[in-house]
T-cell receptor
Framework: DTAVSQTPKYLVTQMGNDKSIKCEQN?????MYWYKQDSKKFLKIMFS???????INETVPNRFSPKSPDKAHLNLHINSLELGDSAVYFC?????????????FGSGTRLTVV | KQEVTQIPAALSVPEGENLVLNCSFT??????LQWFRQDPGKGLTSLLL?????REQTSGRLNASLDKSSGRSTLYIAASQPGDSATYLC??????????FGTGTRLKVLA
């Protein structure tokens, strides 16, 4: 299936731990994104990469570090997890950064920090 | 500051009704606007994408319109069904490499 896939789907961890979320797209898109959806369901962009290069870093704490080993993958590593990091994290992709085809989203990773 | 407002925040209608969801945005230099559907605990499904040069798009029972001058988009759902129950999100980009999302309209269609 052509899609944006994220792993894991659920992640429960203790404060202070370091964790990673992985994202892969097989759509041949050049641009990938991480969005955070808070408890009020508001979606806000965190990062965007185009062809492995960072193009958006939206004032996210530097405990969050994205890595794009190739244009089909964008992983998110979070250090020293805090309670406030609990949210659903969505990966998305688009053919180009400013695009006429819109976004395709993954199904989300629900992170719970206890 | 770029913002998107969606009204109403929640809507409950009987099956079969036609309904309109509203989205207003603050940036007239819009590049495109996309409507999404999100089911509880699920990801976002793209419904319709409207380019800045277009005024509307249609897919099945859904019709989305775009009025850049007034900063508004509407999503029209004809003959609503219980399966249409979900949260509907609109988002726009003005070419800044990111979508700005509204907080959504939670729709419940009663059988």
């Amino acid at each position: 299936d052509t899609a944006v896939s994220q792993t894991p789907k659920y992640l429960v961890t203790q404060m202070g731990n370091d964790k990673s979320i992985k994202c892969e797209q097989n759509l041949g898109h050049d641009t990938m994104y991480w969005y955070k959806q808070d408890s009020k369901k508001f979606l806000k962009i965190m990062f965007s990469y185009n062809n492995k290069e960072l193009i958006i870093n939206e004032t996210v704490p530097n405990r969050f570090s994205p890595k794009s080993p190739d244009k089909a993958h964008l992983n998110l590593h979070i250090n020293s997890l805090e309670l406030g990091d609990s949210a659903v994290y969505f990966c998305a992709s688009s053919p180009t950064p400013v695009d006429s085809h819109g976004y395709t989203f993954g199904s989300g990773t629900r992170l719970t920090v206890v | 500051k770029q913002e998107v407002t969606q009204i109403p925040a929640a809507l409950s209608v009987p099956e079969g009704e036609n309904l309109v969801l509203n989205c207003s945005f603050t940036d007239s230099a819009i590049y495109n606007l996309q409507w999404f559907r999100q089911d509880p605990g699920k990801g976002l499904t793209s419904l319709l994408l409207i380019q800045s040069s277009q005024r509307e798009q249609t897919s099945g029972r859904l019709n989305a319109s775009l009025d850049k001058s007034s900063g508004r988009s509407t999503l029209y759902i004809a003959a609503s069904q219980p399966g249409d129950s979900a949260t509907y999100l609109c988002a726009f980009t003005s070419g800044t490499y990111k979508y700005i999302f509204g907080t959504g309209t939670r729709l419940k269609v009663l059988a």
